[in-house]
Each structure stands twice: as structure tokens, then as C-alpha cells.
Nanobody
Framework: QVQLVESGGGSVQAGGSLRLSCAAS????????MAWFRQAPGKAREGVAR?????????????HYSDSLKGRFVISQDSAKTAVYLQMSSLKPEDTAIYYC??????????????????WGQGTQVTVSP
């Protein structure tokens, strides 16, 4: 089992920045990829970004982003701490959502499919005001 704990959410005005953190614990050796998703009220869960966290993989550090968010959001990792981060800049009111950290035991082709992830955090609220 892998436990994921997000932090760093909060309220910010449009144009501001936030940095989300996700700390992984437990059987983290089983994790190959970690990602951020978000879900706004009444909407489906949406993939934000993914990063390959397996140091032995040739794709270690490889990232994928939602086309609509690329350039404003950056995913990164600290392998020593088994943590991933999401730096969000130039935030817009439409970025308001609960942001979830997810981990997968394999880095599957469709990185933005929530069904491909084995573990989830509890989520952290991000609210962007106009």
C-alpha cells in the first residue's frame, strides 16, 4: 500500500501562484509514475500532469501535461523525499478545483486516465478568486 498526502492548497487571487506538495509513504518502491489531477464541482476528474518517478527507468523524470495547462503548471519531484510538487502560476478562476495526487504501479500510455492509477490522496482545495 502507498499513502499519499497533499498539502499547499488555499485561496489566491487571479494571477497568483501556489505550490502543491504530495508526500508518498509506504511501499513506494512499487510506484512508477505520479500525477496530479483536479476536479471542479460538477465536472469529471481531469489530468493535470504526470511524472515518471522510477529512478531505474529510462524515462525517469519524463513529464506529461494537459495541453491546456502546459506553460502555467510545472510538475517536479524530490526522489530523496518521495515527493512530487505542482507549481501553479498565472492562476485563473477556472483553475478552482480539488487537486489530487495519484500514484501508479505502471506508467501507462493514457497518462490522464484516472482508472490507471492505483493510489490517491485525499485532495487539497485550490480556490482562485477574480
Amino acid at each position: 500500500q502507498v499513502q499519499l498526502v497533499e498539502s499547499g492548497g488555499g485561496s489566491v487571487q487571479a494571477g497568483g501562484s501556489l505550490r502543491l506538495s504530495c508526500a508518498a509513504s509506504g511501499n513506494t518502491v512499487s510506484v512508477f509514475c505520479m500525477a496530479w489531477f483536479r476536479q471542479a464541482p460538477g465536472k469529471a476528474r481531469e489530468g493535470v500532469a504526470r511524472i515518471n518517478t522510477r529512478r531505474s527507468s529510462v524515462n525517469y523524470g519524463l513529464t506529461h501535461y494537459s495541453d491546456s495547462l502546459k506553460g502555467r503548471f510545472v510538475i517536479s519531484q524530490d526522489s530523496a523525499k518521495t515527493a512530487v510538487y505542482l507549481q501553479m502560476s498565472s492562476l485563473k478562476p477556472e483553475d478552482t478545483a480539488i487537486y489530487y495526487c495519484a500514484a501508479a504501479s505502471a506508467c501507462r500510455v493514457d497518462w490522464a486516465d484516472p482508472d490507471d492509477y492505483d493510489y490517491w490522496g485525499q485532495g487539497t482545495q485550490v480556490t482562485v478568486s477574480p
